[in-house]
């Protein structure tokens, strides 16, 4: 267990028996934590379009809370600052115009130490509107506030990754990242049958983990742990990279183009293979699980080890009868489901139905969680998504297939599960 | 019923009790007979990247018959020109390099001219080989190309369609070419359940359209036929193409950055909307279903609309059912179903293996057939797909919604379906 | 000699005492010659946006005559297709809208049978119109006409070389098309002093050429002859193509990011180098004076050989004082001298002044003529321009180099001119 | 005068008997005091390929120090940190790799901080080596150092202005940056002749400026002033931005695409016209010197004016002859001459070659000084160069046009200059 992971483990520790304020004031204080060991300079630059720099991440989760519970709910508050407004929206378009995403590195000004100052200003408000009681439609923004900023943890630590990487100096964000570790995976078989995925009450949940719906299952296998990067090397040097009839046609085209050969971050070194990290540069660690890989790598693995990658139905069922390993705190997996609409599913009306709704195309789902998720933020039902070539998030992949009955079974994989038990009813 | 129909009727017509050879023989002939309205310039000029020449058309349906079957299965067959494996290829990797697509524009050699001696050459040899007499798997490599032309004429009219909408000139392809007719949809309600969808066995398919699998089906309601121009006018007129919150995001960025404001060869001339077509510029037909949309729009129609796109399984299911007009013959239907793998899905080895398989991602389903499609070339269980964006092809809607129980259904239009006999056991 | 040479010359001579429409006559009929080897669809391609379609320029040269001359100057002239304006106008803003220069390819009508028609309607009125007898402007203008078909019987088989060059084929235009041959150069000393150059009075010659003025010049030695093929081949086995010091900056990055490593319709055969040429693929003659290289190359290999390029005014006065071979009829030579206006020079107003005037930044002077050219078509005066990144027309160089003083000269190439002779007073 | 050229002034009057070492720490001084109002996010950002950070002016003025003096000339001399040579060298092929030009931006390590320690680290080592007297050859090294920082000095500027106008705040750099003032010019009659321009000896000068050489001028006449906002405000009130037939055809591309409509800095506000300076936003001050435009923009004008550019011969000439008021300080103004090589130029060898010589191509000289230009950077044979379409430099226009003998002139204007004395001789 690493130290960033103990540590999220004592927050969710403490986390349980919290009262709201605490854990508004737990998460908040977990970001500001993480920004130690940098500098304004690392904060202020944007890498690429699909990334932003670390102070936006500060800006742009305070200022959620401000805009969706303080403006609405405290009375008589007062906005920070009027132009925050344009600069930190990201993609309401419900809420107006705002700094285009591809521009957000431009935005030297407000410096750092304003930001951290626009933090305290609406921490400090937020303690009030806290102690004050809050309707449950308030609680549930909320909860839905502290779940976005848990996703900028990650997504924090994502774009200072690529952003370092590009830096001929390979800077570390911390010396002492732990490496990964793992092994190699088994196939447990399940019989698929009518069974019920989707979050159903309760807890917290984003709006696209739902409605809970029946599925059918073919009978399929799935494996109980992620490929390593020893297996990827294998698939490497077996010319996966280079064989077409592997590969999905968009993916072979984009692998070509962009003249993929392994990863995103890694690089060759004569005859060694090393791994730019949070911990800077680092030999590949044959053991860990396979990350930043895009959707067509994942798809061209599976099909040259003769398997194929899980539906996110099948996951989630899989994890729900407890017969994985690995499930989250690793690595994301790709599933092979286009990100959609579940039936049944209406977003939200007004801004926050942007939330999740407006991207359901041309995006794959991943399962899981990454080993920079921040503690005790994802779940079975959770739907992360990205598009097939992007790279830079904690990728990985789990396989799966179809049960072949005519395939011999080991007696310690073969799982049965009554199909009643498996509807959940 | 328009002449191109009733040509294709009696050709489907006539097929029925056809030899082989015989229905060989009609459906090169058909395409030959389409080009009767073009000149050598017409056939030669590529006008996008993902449009071909029609003179590519005609040698690459060709070289289909020359590569899979002839080289193969006719002892001694020597090829036309060996040259053409390079330039007539479309995407098989299996079958090494080839002319790249965006540039088959630039292919002036072979003339219009020596692709038609080619094409009588590969129908010589084919007679030869048709009356010898063919195993099952030659016989399925056979169906398989005449399916493949099929598709090619319809694409042939796609292309050319976009190439003559980029003239200044705006010619007639037919100017007598029909205009479509249509009245608006009524919803028809079906109860759901387990049903099973694909293609089971006996008939020509395509290798996606199975296996047939079952799914889990909520209640819904579909329409029973396409939306309308005028119905597309309302949208319009309601700002459809202006309010970001009916679209998709990336639907959004891609109308306003392609200037979208109405279906692909829409044209608006003062105060009335013309279209380019096969017959030329015409007045928009009202009543005729729109066509040349891509996803985003449809998707984006059916939120103003208050409802949704059907899923695959849902338009099979109720088209199985008997339950709709308009299904093929008219515009292909977008669905809301990414295009994948069906459970159990594995790709055919060799060449073969790349005609469906490796697309399977980034791409929606449509369903139905339109009025460009061959004669008996769709069926219930066909899976056309297209990228979100696309637009030029022949492209329509039809709406679907969730059953709303509470919501009250004219006698009329309730549907009562056994859920057992929805299995097809 | 080659064929094509002794065709052009035989018009030249022949042209010395041609009535005008003798003269007009022999132009028109020259091009429509120049097709004879081409068919239809070689004609109706557009292989880059710099080229444009054979069709089109047989379509614009005419369009001129009938858009300068026949509306003008003929009483009651019709034009021969209104629609033909839009289409064929090259880059007349004053006289209207038009085609985009790189979409002149997707005119498939009107089909080269039609141009050739609307070609001998405007000969026909021309033949009318030049019996009757032209005004001195009038005169003026068909004489530009009619240098301006010679300029597109050059761009012609420019454009056609380049799209025969895109083809997996390599078609030749005429397999008897002459290898061009040669020997090193030698180096002439001038004095330079205060000489004259631009075009005085009397012959025709485009506005570009004038006015006649002063230019003062450094003693300078000037090559008699082009680099040839062998020489260039030694810059290449050098590593020319990988020195960074002999590049301009941004040749450098073009050369690199274009992968340039020989001149454009170079192709390495194993050890040898073939060239695609009017007369198909063949081996690179040796003696050849090199063609087909970009300004920065042509730079690169003057810095390589210890020299550097002629300026415009250097190259036109040995010229003019007999000191060079190889001026005219191999290739086009580049200078350092960019494209500018003559002091005094004033461009026409109307559309004509728009024929050279607006091209007057960015683009580097060529002089002499190359193998395409029209017989009789430049003059030493004449000022041909290209943007430095160009490659597509038939350029060479020649050296040059300051006179240095310490360096010993060969009696027999020391010329000497009295500078008061220079002056062409 | 505005504060900064005060500042200036001091600088430049007190150096006039200031040693080597005393100029050298004014002159780095000067730097860090213009960085005064900046924070470390503002210095760390890159805005566009064209620009570099502020941090990078810093470390790259100081890399050539270290690179071209100590390392050379200084026994003992140790690299500050020998991972800066990648990362602060700008284009010079001949010291290996390099950071890419447009990813300079990526470099958030190292620091603010650290790069001002690596300037104290080499100010401290350059005093020992200037105490330690200097060889020519390395004096010439130093004062080339100098005058590449004050360049430098300017683009920090330049760059500056630019990533604030990015902004959505507008920064002021300095609330009190002055305003421009200026009035409109008047023509000064030259006679022409054969002059000499370029540097002769003595003072420093880059080697671009020389050899000194003679030109051969016609008669013409000079504005003494600059083009103003009221006079650009005309212009643009007459259409001058729409009107095709005033602009060279690059340019009339440019404006288009690039929706050009005002100078870069330009905003409408309602009626009135705003402009982002050094001081933030304000309104367009009538009588200052028009500036940020394109040499397109300025050829336009001229052709709007009925005048032209002068050639950067007519305006040194003019210079030198003292007839002209707002020669620096003001504006860098175009000419119409492509920067090339003077005759007899020879780069220097080596690294130092690639200064000024490499980018003898595709570029526009500019003559005179801005306001933001270093005090006593500037002088008559000063040769500044940039691209035609680029805009974020301090480039104004200054009229010229050919005399017209016709034309009267009022006596006072009529300037007459022995032809001899224009010799220099």
Redesign the interface.
Known sequence: MNPSNSQRCEQSGSSADATLLDRYLQVRRHTETMIAPL???????Q?MPDASPV?WHLAHTTWFFETFLLSTSLPGYRQFDP?FG??FNS?Y??LGPR?PRA?R????????GRVLAYRRHVDTQMSTLLKSGLSAETEALLRLGLAHEEQHQELLLMDLLH?FS????K?AYDPHWPDESGRSGRFKRLPGG?VEIGVSTGDFAFDNEGPR??????PFEISDRLVTNREWLAFIADGGYGR??L??????AMAQSGGWEAPLYWVRDDDRWQEMTLGGMRSTAADAPVTHIS??EA?AYAAWAGA?LPSEAEWEFAVRENLLEQVDGVAWQWT???Y??Y??YRPAGGAL??YNG?????Q?VLRGGASVTSAGHSRPSYRNFYR?EQRWMFSGLRLAR?ADLNRPVPQALLVSIDVKDAHYD
Chains 1, 2, 3, 4 share one sequence.
Request: aromatic share 12%; glycine share 8%; charged share 20%.
């Open positions: 500098n304004p300079e690392d904060m202020a630059v890498s102070k132009s344009y600069l993609y378009e419900t700094q521009q590195g431009l935005l030297t000004r407000p410096t750092v952003l590009q830096s001929p100096l800077p009518l719906h029946r599925v059918w299952l073919q077409a009839e590969w999905l046609s968009d993916g072979w959707y067509y798809a194929r092979q489901s286009a959609g609409a039936p049944g139905g942007e407006k991207f359901m195309v041309g794959m097939p179809d």
